[in-house]
């Protein structure tokens, strides 16, 4: 396999994998919208998001303020193109057996 063609090691991890996965096919989602479609607690999800925020894979902005604010995170246009390789990638790989 060509370079272009490698996994990518930071969505190559299931949680993560779900995560850019739920996030492409919608606006964005909140902490506790992400927690509960794939039944995370919460340092699970936020170990998760930090290095998908590190990457710039996915954004996130504060609604509201106090305890009823919450975060809303989406994919980057980074994260998105990255997810779509992703996809890719592991398509080609999958047909080669």
């Known amino acids: ?31 506790s919208e992400l927690k509960k479609a794939l039944e995370l607690t919460d340092g699970n999800l936020d170990a998760h998001m ?25 994919l980057t246009a980074k994260g998105r193109t990255a997810f779509q390789h992703y996809v890719a990638a592991l398509e080609k790989l999958l047909s080669l057996g």
Request: hydrophobic share 40%; charged share 25%.
């Open 1 to 31: 396999m060509g370079g272009g063609d490698l996994l990518d090691p930071l969505l190559h991890q299931p949680v993560r994998t779900r995560l850019a996965a739920l996030l492409a096919g919608r606006e964005g989602a909140s902490f």
């Open 50 to 74: 930090r290095k998908l925020l590190q990457a710039e894979y996915v954004e996130a902005e504060r609604h509201g303020v106090g305890p009823k604010g919450q975060t809303v995170y989406a």
